[in-house]
């Protein structure tokens, strides 16, 4: 993707989030703050993104699918904090920064992560939203995004990985723990912007195998930098998962086998977009953006 | 509410979110088990029933309305398991039973929790509930259950809750607090019944000051149960608000004021049904009953 549409897209999304938490709030102070100091943390902003695009380049309203890209956003930032909590994994920090509960107590990010995947239906299904969508569009995005949260999408993947702690574990049930893990959330990003920019059912198909690809792509390359970044630039401690006896694509496969991958998943996840011609170009650009990144 | 029909929304309403609810699935066994142990756990069904009864009065499909009503139901049941978390209020039994982290771990339990949630917006926006009841109801009576649910609902009235404990507080704050923490939910049950039954705003306004009052009445009398009441009956220790020093109706208003209260609020919550004439019959019998109860 085009760096300048890039950034742009990034910078609308966060002014967009930060106007969709209330500001100022005598009672729910405390949380709110929580939910705006991990939302507003930064991050890639990899699904708001293919939300805005996908939707584009089907031809739809990109301003119109805003709420709709903030939600995906806001789901993906509630499971960090949870994910984090000391009776989960644990993590004191996060992007580099102390994670919520370090912050703001046990408590209060729990009920920031609720109030975050909560918000995120609050938004879709709004009066405004709806109107400007459409209820029938509306409610099938909302709907998309339910189904890939929940217990057989990103919960269920959130359980087999608690399941598989300590266990060693085939690449086999890594990739499909991923699938659900972060793959189904990503997934729903992509359905969620072709829902929402009209697509038909060959451009649906396409950006589906598009979305797998550079889904997994993602958590291989996630293991291949644990491996070779440095604290600094990841945010977080290198070499984390095999102190943490963690099965990761690199110790399963091997390191040459994991880039390899990376780079077959990510052709297949370009040539997948043919049928968009010009027009997936930036997302072509995203894709072999996101096998390079080097946080 | 006549007792049989009553009992036949229960049945109805259970047989629904065992049916929901996914049986068997060997990799998110875990929380699957630990969803429907607290989904099934009995209850009293109030939100449901409401959403279901407000929604035939105002002429609409009750078998239609079934998924809005598990929803509110689900997001109830999350809202208990969350509550219960070592984090929060810590309690170890609920409803007379082991509390859900304490039968299946924390880390199971809050995303049981977490699925619940999410549970509710797939089960109400599934393609199969929107055709049933058109994507206009859906993503209207949807959206109101994630207002009332987040940050200015339920969630708010939580933190409220936890900013409040250790201090002395105002009978009115101790409302307000209600009002988001049980009121919201109970509103926002009532508002979808109304929404999927096609009500007009005389009867949604009605509906809202009924709502309002049986919620309040409803706290209130959890607070003299606790008092009154005995553990058998009550599934919890007896007394453990004031041994707990939470400040309760009874402790700032006085045994007899808040009786007189629970009186008061169902009467004007029965006569706000009067443009509903003979139809509400079941819900004034429900009004009277929930300020009657024992338990």
Redesign the interface.
């Given at each position: 993707m085009n760096q300048n549409h890039l950034n742009e897209y990034v910078k609308l999304i966060e002014e967009q989030l930060c106007e969709f938490i209330?500001k100022e709030?005598v009672?729910?102070e405390?949380?709110?703050k929580a939910?705006r100091y991990s939302l507003l943390a930064g991050g890639k902003r990899i699904r708001p993104i293919l939300v805005l695009e996908f939707c584009r380049i089907c031809g739809g309203d990109v301003k119109a699918a805003m709420p709709f890209a903030c939600a995906v956003e806001m789901v993906h930032t509630?499971s960090l904090i949870?994910d984090d909590?000391?009776?989960?994994d644990n993590d004191d920090m996060r992007r580099g920064h102390p994670s919520n509960h370090k912050v703001f107590?046990?408590?209060?990010a729990?009920?920031a992560?609720?109030?975050l995947?909560?918000?995120a239906?609050?938004i879709m299904?709004?009066?405004e939203t709806?109107k400007q969508v459409?209820?029938?569009r509306?409610?099938?995005a909302?709907?998309i995004?339910?189904?890939a949260?929940?217990?057989?999408g990103m919960?269920?993947g959130?359980?087999?990985d608690?399941?598989s702690e300590g266990k060693s574990i085939s690449v086999e049930t890594l990739k499909?723990m991923d699938e659900y893990k972060t793959g189904a959330l990503i997934s729903a990003a992509v359905s969620m912007g072709c829902v929402l920019g009209g697509a038909d059912n060959v451009q649906i198909k396409a950006a589906e195998i598009y979305a797998r690809n550079i889904g997994l792509a993602f958590q291989i390359v996630d293991d291949i930098l644990d491996v070779v970044s440095n604290t600094e630039i990841l945010g977080k401690p290198v070499g984390s998962d095999s102190q943490n006896n963690k099965c990761t694509y690199v110790s399963l496969m091997g390191f040459d086998n994991a880039k390899n991958a990376v780079n077959k998943l990510t052709e297949e996840a370009v040539s997948a977009l043919d049928c968009f011609g010009e027009q997936a170009k930036c997302l072509i650009e995203f894709a072999e953006k996101l096998a390079s990144r080097k946080k």
């Open positions: 209330p709030n009672m729910q405390d949380v709110i939910m509630y949870h909590l000391p009776c989960m107590g046990e408590d209060i729990l009920l992560g609720d109030a995947l909560t918000m239906f609050d299904l709004s009066d709806v459409g209820a029938q509306a409610s099938k909302a709907g995004l339910a189904k949260a929940g217990v057989h919960v269920g959130q359980v087999i608690l399941m499909q």
